[in-house]
């Protein structure tokens, strides 16, 4: 069965303190990992797609890297502002449409 | 920047009754989406539609639920007779031929 698991469940950062978020999954063929962030009472918000092992993309402060049976969200130097629950999500090459979601985790920069 | 837009963002229904949750996906996307994410709990696939059908759902998308296409901007969502565990908040989601799903920010439905 194709599933995502998420660690640390919460956590909890100085603002400029630097750490990584953690995705580990199971699918029959990987089409494509997904990270999302999503900020309470809202949707989930696109943040990067990753489609091979070895494959790395960066966007202000986040940067995500793949492997064959994980993925990192790399947090440097946060701000009060990343605080969020961030997603990570599979598609699976068995399925075209369907997007298996993470339970995420829970992050809190503080000032 | 185009986004998808959801209403309304609070329903509140009576258990047996009919809801109908209403999605504007972004204008160009061709692949529409229903997820539901129970308080507490995972984002669940429901269902995906494409050219005016059905492509794939999910176990928890039994009989009660259905989709359409009404119109060309619209999508719906109908519960034909909800119970108290459909209460959660329901996501819209679209895609054009690129794989990003882009979500709106939900109907919270409240079976009371």
Excluded at chain 1, 59 to 71: D, N, P, Q
Aim: glycine share 6%; hydrophobic share 30%; proline share 5%.
């Amino acid at each position: 069965e194709d599933q995502v698991t998420q660690s640390p469940e919460a956590l909890r950062l100085q603002e400029g303190e630097s750490s990584s978020l953690n995705c580990s999954y199971t699918v029959s063929g990987l089409r494509g990992l997904f990270w999302y962030r999503q900020d309470p009472g809202k949707g989930p918000e696109f943040l990067f797609t990753l489609y091979s092992a070895g494959e790395e993309k960066e966007k202000e402060r986040l940067k995500a890297t793949l492997t064959k049976k994980e993925s990192f969200l790399h947090i440097t130097a946060p701000k009060p502002e990343d605080s969020a629950t961030y997603l990570c999500a599979v598609q699976a090459k068995t399925s075209y449409d369907k997007v298996i979601f993470g339970p995420g985790t829970s992050l809190s920069v503080i000032p | 920047e185009p986004e998808v837009t959801q209403t309304p963002s609070h329903q509140v229904t009576q258990m047996g009754q009919e809801v109908i949750l209403r999605c504007v996906p972004i204008s160009n996307h061709l692949y529409f989406y229903w997820y539901r994410q129970i308080l507490g709990q995972k984002v669940e696939f429901l269902v995906s539609f494409y050219n005016n059908e059905i492509s794939e759902k999910s176990e928890i998308f039994d009989d009660q639920f259905s989709v359409e296409r009404p119109d060309g901007s619209n999508f719906t969502l109908k519960i034909r007779s909800t119970k108290l565990e459909d209460s959660a908040m329901y996501f819209c989601a679209s895609r054009n031929d690129r794989a990003v799903q882009h979500f709106g920010d939900g109907t919270r439905l409240s079976i009371l």
